[in-house]
């Protein structure tokens, strides 16, 4: 157990939806990051939050948001869902988040569908 | 535009044997080249790393050599155990992760 919680574990939804992850870090981890595996993809960096602002942004698209709250938990929000959004999302958690590798801890992941 | 590649999907050896797992990467920039784990149902775990400036590092079983020149990276699991089947992802650092797709390991008993 990494410490890290993802929320829900699956969800099944329809093309053109919007939907919410949810992540909750290691207690005392300060950055959050996103990443989606794709069928025979690795894991794509989406976007790391440090803090309560964001840091760094990898292949995020525009119909994908993310923030982190005061508690340090972070949501991903996925809106006109089309199918190839259908993925695993994982969200990591590090202690701190700067430039210099920190150790990223990853929850079980989400399981998305678009059916 | 792949930076890092993994090009073996699979690999199976019998338990006991050497495991070796490799990576490509095309940036000669990266800090920090990483293995990770991954069981089905489960997130990455942490296995082993190495810094730009090395050219191995052992950790028990596992030993991760760095070849710099030729912008190579590999994992030596030795000896290999059933409990080792798994997807080993490596990754390379530069202000964020970069993963290759993958390789699934199966040890046979």
């Known amino acids: 157990d990494s410490g890290v919680t993802q929320t829900p574990k699956h969800l099944i939804t329809a093309t053109g939806q919007r939907v919410t992850l949810r992540c909750s870090p290691r207690s005392g981890d300060l950055s959050v990051y996103w990443y989606q595996q794709s069928l025979d993809q690795g894991l794509q960096f989406l976007i790391q939050y440090y803090n309560g602002e964001e840091r760094a942004k990898g292949n995020i698209l525009e119909r994908f948001s993310a923030q982190q709250f005061p508690d340090l938990h972070s949501e991903l929000n996925l809106s006109s869902l089309e199918l190839g959004d259908s993925a695993l999302y994982f969200c990591?958690?590090?202690?701190?988040?700067?430039?210099?590798?920190?150790?990223?801890?990853f929850g079980p992941g989400t399981r998305l569908t678009v059916l | 535009d792949q930076q890092v590649k993994q090009n073996s999907p699979s690999l199976s050896v019998q338990e006991g044997r050497i495991s070796i797992l490799n990576c490509d990467y095309t940036?000669?920039?990266?800090?920090?080249f990483l293995w990770y784990k991954k069981y089905p149902a489960e997130g990455p775990t942490f296995l082993i790393s190495i810094s730009s400036i090395k050219d191995k590092n052992e950790d028990g079983r596992f030993t991760v050599f760095l070849n710099k020149s030729a912008k190579h990276l590999s994992l030596h699991i030795v000896p290999s155990q059933p409990g080792d089947s798994a997807v080993y992802f490596c990754a390379a650092w530069k202000g964020k992760l970069i993963f290759g797709q993958g390789t699934t390991l199966q040890v046979k008993p």
């Open positions: 990591a958690s590090s202690a701190e988040g700067g430039l210099s590798y920190n150790e990223q801890f």
């Open positions: 940036n000669s920039m990266f800090d920090y």
